[in-house]
Nanobody, 124 residues
Framework: QVQPVESGGGLVQAGGSLRLSCVAS????????MAWFRQTPGKEREFVAA????????YYGDSLKGRFTISRDNAKNNVYLEMSSLKPEDTAIYYC?????????????????WGQGTQVTVSS
């Protein structure tokens, strides 16, 4: 399995926007639901958004829909996360990962490696 490579993070003021990108493993990419997660020190990793293989269905974590938009380009094995109206509480390292869903819970593929993530810092 190829490690995902996330990019696009940075320092932005509250109310600003960022676009994150992820280059994922080409193996069965278009068949896989892909997701973004985020994590801050001392907290559990949090589900942000997911998109099905065809791109026809998207899902968002609580309170994120309307500010975040997930998309994908299967020809490039890329997943994107458009973030707007950013808040200081959005500060985290953001990761992308293939996922599966059981009920309402999203589970990262256990044998797919995590990437290094990309740091998003929102100043007040």
């Amino acid at each position: 399995q190829v490690q995902p490579v996330e990019s696009g993070g940075g320092l932005v003021q509250a109310g600003g926007s960022l676009r994150l990108s992820c280059v994922a493993s080409p193996r069965s990419f278009s068949d896989r639901t892909m997701a973004w997660f985020r994590q801050t020190p001392g907290k559990e990793r949090e589900f942000v958004a997911a998109i099905t293989g065809t791109g026809n269905s998207t899902y968002y974590g609580d309170s994120l829909k309307g500010r975040f938009t997930i998309s994908r380009d299967n020809a490039k094995n890329n997943v994107y996360l458009e973030m707007s109206s950013l808040k200081p509480e959005d500060t985290a390292i953001y990761y992308c990962k293939p996922v599966s869903r059981v009920g309402s819970t999203w589970y990262p593929y256990p044998f797919s490696p995590w990437g290094q993530g990309t740091q998003v810092t929102v100043s007040s």
